[in-house]
């Protein structure tokens, strides 16, 4: 016997009811579907951290700018000498910092962390620059031998940059003093000027 009209609604209309009140009903997640949601999300947070290293590449940049920085003050001190605006100051001057608690630290007339000669380089460079951090031994230095050769250094923060300091011909940095157990260390340092040996 067929199933008449009326059964086949009753049972269309019971399959509404059930879906409806099981299925599309829901309007929200479980917690633990939210909990699944967040502890994948924080995985993926993990390894995107531990891939980039936001605090390596802040020193990266620091590094970046210290390099720049010594090279500029560098040629502007091959530059004057060049034209004979630097004289050898008969005795080893003691290594200056920009950390130096004074006022004229970056002023380029001689008294600046760059200085303590008769010379002038204000001619080449309008300002002296500060280490980015310039705190602790974060500093840029200078230090000139009795014969007027020179040393500007700077100490290197992000161990991915040790390479700079390792073979850049001066003394300090090492693949010992640079390596990333040590850092960071005082005695990795990236050292330019006309004698990379005149700080010790």
Do not use: Q
């Amino acid at each position: 016997m067929l199933p008449t009209r009326h059964t086949s609604v009753g049972f269309v209309v019971s399959m509404r009811a059930c879906f409806s009140s099981k299925v599309f009903s829901r309007r929200g997640f479980t917690l633990v579907e939210l909990v699944v949601v967040v502890f994948i999300i924080a995985i993926l947070a993990a390894a995107l951290t531990a891939t980039i290293n936001p605090s390596n590449m802040m020193k990266k940049s620091r590094d970046a700018r210290r390099i720049s920085d010594l090279n500029s003050v560098n040629k502007a001190m091959m530059a004057a000498l060049s034209e004979g605006k630097i004289l050898s100051p008969g005795a080893d001057l003691a290594v200056r910092s920009s950390c130096d608690n004074r006022m004229d630290v970056t002023d380029v007339n001689g008294v600046g962390w760059v200085g303590g000669w008769t010379g002038y380089i204000g001619d080449y460079i309008s300002v002296l620059p500060k280490d980015p951090l310039n705190t602790g031994f974060y500093c840029y230095y200078f230090a000139m031998s009795a014969s007027g050769s020179w040393e500007l250094a700077t100490v290197i923060e992000s161990y991915e940059n040790a390479n700079m300091a390792i073979y850049d011909g001066g003394s300090s940095g090492t693949s010992l003093t640079c390596s990333s157990a040590l850092m960071p260390n005082s005695n990795c340092r990236y050292e330019v000027g006309t004698d990379v040996n005149v700080i010790p």
